[in-house]
């Protein structure tokens, strides 16, 4: 979650705001934005797609963890 939020702090405010605001629209109504999750595949969590972003995370009944907010083509390297 660390990584995440300093993740967040690099990214222009109005990127970071936009991908705020979709978390907690996820977290309030995940059926909404359904089409923009997937599961990842050989690894545990899921991802959200804002925009050329990639939200990394993990979920229980409850909880959202962010784990990595990162550029498309930065976000499944590490």
Same mark, same amino acid.
């Given at each position: 979650?660390? @990584? =995440?939020?300093?993740? !967040? *702090?690099?990214?222009?405010?109005?990127?970071?705001?936009r991908i705020v605001d979709k978390i907690k629209?996820?977290? @309030? =109504?995940?059926?909404? !934005? *359904?089409?923009?999750?997937?599961?990842?595949?050989?690894?545990?969590?899921?991802?959200?797609?804002?925009?050329?972003?990639?939200?990394l995370f993990d979920e229980d009944d409850r909880?959202?963890?962010?784990?990595?907010?990162?550029?498309?083509?930065?976000?499944?390297?590490?």
């Amino acid at each position: 979650m660390r @990584r =995440a939020i300093r993740d !967040l *702090a690099k990214l222009p405010k109005k990127d970071a705001k936009r991908i705020v605001d979709k978390i907690k629209q996820y977290a @309030r =109504a995940p059926d909404e !934005l *359904a089409n923009n999750v997937t599961e990842m595949i050989g690894e545990d969590g899921k991802r959200l797609r804002v925009g050329n972003y990639r939200i990394l995370f993990d979920e229980d009944d409850r909880v959202v963890t962010v784990l990595r907010v990162r550029k498309r083509d930065e976000a499944y390297r590490d």
